[in-house]
């Protein structure tokens, strides 16, 4: 009779590339991409490809119920975490009741009210009670549920290599059964599982340090996978490949393949396991002890800083603040003095350079020309207005106006415009002066003759 799997016969010589026929390189690469594997990557590397894929497989599945085990076992353990100091059983967060009875304050001195309080606390430690142990009753059956897929887990990928392994061992030896391949197949299987009960890899054999089952949980679950309704199981004879020895062949072909197993399976579950949970304990314990150094490096620091900033030291010195303000004081006041030495003492306004300049170059002052000829109205002509805007303003070495020099010495110019008006008028009247006298002597000596000479000038 078949195993009531979803396996055929066939799956163990078909090859990746016979169902896709890109799937072999990324078969090959599978390996790799999970970094749990690399302590059997050599293992798996001296196998053929559907060998190298079953047993991929096979180490990934039992570390995710590896792991979900454990999850369940932790969670269960919060039940049985009773102590002396502590014999209150556990209830879950979520069965807290935090209900509480409001009454008045002119009740709260009656005794019915306080037996009414007392009642009422007693009410919620007893629906926390239950509700943890509904909850605990929960925990055991995920428990116990996740260790009986480990099982099938493990029952089921072990049958994938045996029916692998005796293909192999068949290419080179040839077998006569009156058994079929499956059934044969089936036989070996469970005297592999007899076998591992007897090899003990640590104190207590693998049922007890890795499955954490024991030898009839594994044997019923066999016949639940594999031989269900099988009417040869109640026979003693040799169709009960539970109770078979086998012939001298049989049992030589048969070691072989058990051996195989042996060497394909421990790898990938016990040892791969234990590795894992090895590492994983002392990553723990590093980060449990670098922990530890740094809560002591922080704590000295923190003394040392409250030492410094806030406490007064022993040997009557000043402690970090005082010091730090000593310091900005100190700062501070060589700023200021710094300061007062580089600024000029308050002196009285002098005149500037340029002032001077103007005054003694040659070329600040415009020469006087000759007083202007009134015409026959008596009025100045354009060109002297122009000359006498022009005095005005004081012309620098440049040509242009000062306007800081106009600002700093406007009384004393407007002084020196007026002294030059003055002098220009009293030039004028010389010369008129003297153009009339030398008219008058025209005119006794030549009559007309000094009017015809002035007018030909």
């Given at each position: 009779m078949t195993p009531n799997t979803n396996t055929d016969s066939e799956s163990a010589n078909a090859t990746s590339s016979d169902r896709d026929p890109n799937s072999k390189g990324k078969d090959v690469k599978k390996p790799m991409t999970d970094p749990r594997l690399k302590s059997i990557l050599p293992l798996i590397a001296t196998q053929l490809v559907p060998i190298q894929e079953v047993i991929t497989t096979f180490a990934k599945e039992m570390l995710e119920n590896t792991r979900a085990l454990k999850n369940r076992k932790s969670t269960l353990a919060k039940f049985y975490k009773t102590t002396p100091e502590n014999p209150s059983m556990y209830i879950p967060r979520s069965a807290r009741l935090k209900t509480s009875l409001t009454f008045s304050k002119t009740l709260a001195k009656e005794a019915e009210i306080q037996d009414l309080q007392e009642e009422l606390l007693r009410c919620n430690k007893e629906y926390g009670e239950k509700v943890s142990y509904i909850f605990e009753r929960c925990a055991k059956l995920e428990e116990k549920h996740e260790r009986i897929s480990r099982i099938k887990t493990f029952l089921l990928q072990c049958h994938k290599l045996a029916q692998g392994l005796v293909i192999i061992e068949k290419r080179c030896f040839v077998l006569e059964t009156n058994l079929s391949t499956e059934r044969f197949t089936l036989w070996i299987l469970i005297v592999f599982l007899r076998t591992i009960k007897i090899v003990r890899l640590s104190e207590p054999n693998i049922y007890d340090t890795y499955l954490h089952v024991e030898y009839r949980d594994?044997?019923?679950?066999?016949?639940?996978l594999f031989l269900p309704n099988d009417p040869t199981l109640e026979n003693d004879d040799e169709n009960n490949i539970i109770k078979r020895l086998g012939t001298e062949e049989e049992k030589h072909f048969r070691d072989k393949v058990v051996r195989?197993?042996?060497?394909?399976?421990?790898?990938?579950?016990?040892?791969?396991?234990?590795?894992?949970?090895?590492?994983?304990?002392?990553?723990?314990?590093?980060?449990?002890?670098?922990?530890l150094y740094k809560r002591t490096e922080t704590m000295k620091a923190t003394e040392a800083t409250?030492?410094?900033?806030?406490?007064?030291?022993?040997?009557?010195?000043?402690?970090m603040e005082q010091h730090i303000q000593?310091?900005?004081?100190?700062?501070?006041?060589?700023?200021?003095?710094?300061?007062?030495?580089?600024?000029?003492?308050?002196?009285?306004?002098?005149?500037?350079?340029?002032?001077?300049?103007?005054?003694?170059?040659?070329?600040?002052?415009?020469?006087?020309?000759?007083?202007?000829?009134?015409?026959?109205?008596?009025?100045?002509?354009?060109?002297?207005?122009?000359?006498?805007?022009s005095f005005r303003y004081p012309v620098s070495d440049t040509g242009k106006i000062n306007n800081d020099d106009e600002v700093e010495?406007?009384?004393?110019?407007?002084?020196?415009?007026?002294?030059?008006?003055?002098n220009h008028k009293t030039s004028q009247k010389k010369t008129q002066r003297r153009k009339g006298k030398g008219n008058q002597g025209g005119k006794t000596k030549g009559g007309n003759g000094g009017k015809e000479k002035n007018k030909s000038k």
């Amino acid at each position: 009779m078949t195993p009531n799997t979803n396996t055929d016969s066939e799956s163990a010589n078909a090859t990746s590339s016979d169902r896709d026929p890109n799937s072999k390189g990324k078969d090959v690469k599978k390996p790799m991409t999970d970094p749990r594997l690399k302590s059997i990557l050599p293992l798996i590397a001296t196998q053929l490809v559907p060998i190298q894929e079953v047993i991929t497989t096979f180490a990934k599945e039992m570390l995710e119920n590896t792991r979900a085990l454990k999850n369940r076992k932790s969670t269960l353990a919060k039940f049985y975490k009773t102590t002396p100091e502590n014999p209150s059983m556990y209830i879950p967060r979520s069965a807290r009741l935090k209900t509480s009875l409001t009454f008045s304050k002119t009740l709260a001195k009656e005794a019915e009210i306080q037996d009414l309080q007392e009642e009422l606390l007693r009410c919620n430690k007893e629906y926390g009670e239950k509700v943890s142990y509904i909850f605990e009753r929960c925990a055991k059956l995920e428990e116990k549920h996740e260790r009986i897929s480990r099982i099938k887990t493990f029952l089921l990928q072990c049958h994938k290599l045996a029916q692998g392994l005796v293909i192999i061992e068949k290419r080179c030896f040839v077998l006569e059964t009156n058994l079929s391949t499956e059934r044969f197949t089936l036989w070996i299987l469970i005297v592999f599982l007899r076998t591992i009960k007897i090899v003990r890899l640590s104190e207590p054999n693998i049922y007890d340090t890795y499955l954490h089952v024991e030898y009839r949980d594994v044997k019923t679950e066999f016949i639940q996978l594999f031989l269900p309704n099988d009417p040869t199981l109640e026979n003693d004879d040799e169709n009960n490949i539970i109770k078979r020895l086998g012939t001298e062949e049989e049992k030589h072909f048969r070691d072989k393949v058990v051996r195989k197993l042996l060497d394909l399976v421990i790898p990938t579950t016990f040892h791969l396991q234990l590795k894992l949970d090895q590492e994983e304990e002392k990553q723990i314990t590093t980060s449990l002890i670098t922990a530890l150094y740094k809560r002591t490096e922080t704590m000295k620091a923190t003394e040392a800083t409250a030492l410094a900033v806030g406490d007064i030291s022993p040997h009557g010195q000043s402690n970090m603040e005082q010091h730090i303000q000593t310091l900005v004081n100190k700062a501070v006041q060589q700023q200021l003095t710094k300061t007062t030495k580089t600024k000029p003492p308050p002196t009285t306004k002098k005149p500037s350079t340029s002032s001077k300049k103007q005054k003694n170059s040659p070329g600040g002052k415009k020469p006087q020309s000759s007083p202007p000829a009134k015409n026959a109205k008596g009025d100045k002509t354009k060109q002297q207005k122009k000359r006498k805007v022009s005095f005005r303003y004081p012309v620098s070495d440049t040509g242009k106006i000062n306007n800081d020099d106009e600002v700093e010495h406007q009384p004393k110019k407007k002084q020196k415009l007026s002294n030059k008006k003055e002098n220009h008028k009293t030039s004028q009247k010389k010369t008129q002066r003297r153009k009339g006298k030398g008219n008058q002597g025209g005119k006794t000596k030549g009559g007309n003759g000094g009017k015809e000479k002035n007018k030909s000038k």
